[in-house]
């Protein structure tokens, strides 16, 4: 009886103990949020905060509309050949979110094919 209890005690020791250091050994890339604000539509550049975003290569940003009307995030100027090469969001309802990873240094601009006006930059460092 008594050695049943020391392995169940040694057991339960050995699960956390590898929980643990599988934690330890977990690594997330840092990156940016940035909130497509309430009123985006009529803020310009105060459209996405924090503009411009900053981050490393390797790292992602997180744009999230927090606004209620629909938006996109969406690389490049408006009307320049290059929209939307890097990344596109496509329609971002209230509250949904969009992820891109950034791998090379360099600034990226993007606006919103709904809302030409709302500009924002990347900074990747």
């Known amino acids: 009886m008594f050695t049943t209890k020391i392995a169940v005690v040694l057991g339960?020791?050995?699960?956390?103990?590898?929980?643990l250091s599988i934690g330890q050994v977990s690594v997330y890339a840092q990156g940016a949020s940035v909130s497509i604000v309430p009123n985006a539509s009529t803020m310009g550049d105060k459209a996405f905060s924090p503009?411009?975003?900053e981050v490393k290569a390797g790292e992602s940003v997180t744009w999230t509309n927090d606004d209620s009307q629909i938006h996109t995030a969406t690389s490049g100027a408006v009307?320049?050949?290059?929209?939307?090469?890097?990344?596109?969001s496509g329609i971002l309802s209230p509250k949904a979110t969009f992820d891109f990873k950034f791998d090379q240094a360099g600034e990226v601009d993007y606006y919103c094919t709904l809302h030409p006006q709302m500009v924002g930059k990347v900074?990747?460092?």
Do not use: M, W
């Open 12 to 19: 339960v020791i050995s699960v956390l103990a590898v929980g």
């Open 123 to 125: 900074v990747v460092s």
């Open 79 to 88: 009307g320049a050949e290059d929209s939307g090469k890097v990344f596109d």
């Open 51 to 53: 503009n411009p975003a």
